[in-house]
């Protein structure tokens, strides 16, 4: 699978507007995996136990 690139914001010349946009960069690459490990799939045996982890875990990402 090909993954596409979030631009960088270097060109911006806005302080504010640049802040925004390198913070807005952060959280996709934070929500998509970008920056951090990727959330590994629940295998079909998997438990209620380990279905309830894996939610906490996702959450967590969304919530960082």
Do not use: H, W, Y
């Not at 631009?7 to 504010?16: K, L, N, Q």
């Amino acid at each position: 699978m090909i993954r596409s690139t979030i631009p960088t914001v270097e060109g911006v010349r806005d302080e504010p507007t640049s802040k925004i946009l390198s913070s807005v960069k952060s959280i996709i690459e934070s929500i998509t995996g970008r920056n951090q490990a990727q959330i590994k799939t629940l295998g079909a045996d998997a438990t209620l136990s380990g279905v309830i982890n894996k939610v906490n875990e996702i959450i967590e990402r969304l919530q960082s």
